[in-house]
Nanobody
Framework: QVQLVESGGGLVQAGGSLRLSCAAS????????MGWFRQAPGKEREFVAV????????DYADSVSGRFTTSRDNAENMVYLQMNSLKPEDTAVYYC???????????????WGQGTQVTVSS
C-alpha cells in the first residue's frame, strides 16, 4: 500500500516555472514506478511523465518533453516534477501515481494522490 500526497501547485504566468512534489508513505515505495498525470476541465486524464523505481529511466508526453523533468529521492520517499516554460494549456490538476512498472495508461496505476491545481495565466 502506498499513500501519495502532492504539493507545489499554484498560479504562474506563462513562461514561468513550478516544482511539484509528491510525498509517498509506505515501505514499498522503492518497488514502484511513479507517474504524473494531469486533467483539465472537461478533458480526460492524460499521461505527463513517468520514472522507474531506480530513477534511471524516464519518459514524457510529447507535449511536455524538453520542458518538464521528473526525478525521485527514494531515501526521502519523494517524487518531483519540475515544470519550466509553462504554457496556458498546461493548466490542469496534476496527480502523481504509483505502478509496478513504467506505464502510460491511468488504469495501470494502482495508487493515486489527491491532485494539486496548476494554473498558467497568459
Amino acid at each position: 500500500q502506498v499513500q501519495l500526497v502532492e504539493s507545489g501547485g499554484g498560479l504562474v504566468q506563462a513562461g514561468g516555472s513550478l516544482r511539484l512534489s509528491c510525498a509517498a508513505s509506505g515501505r514499498t515505495f522503492n518497488n514502484y514506478a511513479m507517474g504524473w498525470f494531469r486533467q483539465a476541465p472537461g478533458k480526460e486524464r492524460e499521461f505527463v511523465a513517468v520514472i522507474n523505481w531506480s530513477g534511471i529511466s524516464t519518459d514524457y508526453a510529447d507535449s511536455v518533453s524538453g520542458r518538464f523533468t521528473t526525478s525521485r529521492d527514494n531515501a526521502e520517499n519523494m517524487v518531483y516534477l519540475q515544470m519550466n516554460s509553462l504554457k496556458p494549456e498546461d493548466t490542469a490538476v496534476y496527480y502523481c501515481a504509483a505502478a509496478t512498472g513504467i506505464r502510460y495508461r491511468a488504469n495501470d496505476y494502482a495508487f493515486w494522490g489527491q491532485g494539486t491545481q496548476v494554473t498558467v495565466s497568459s
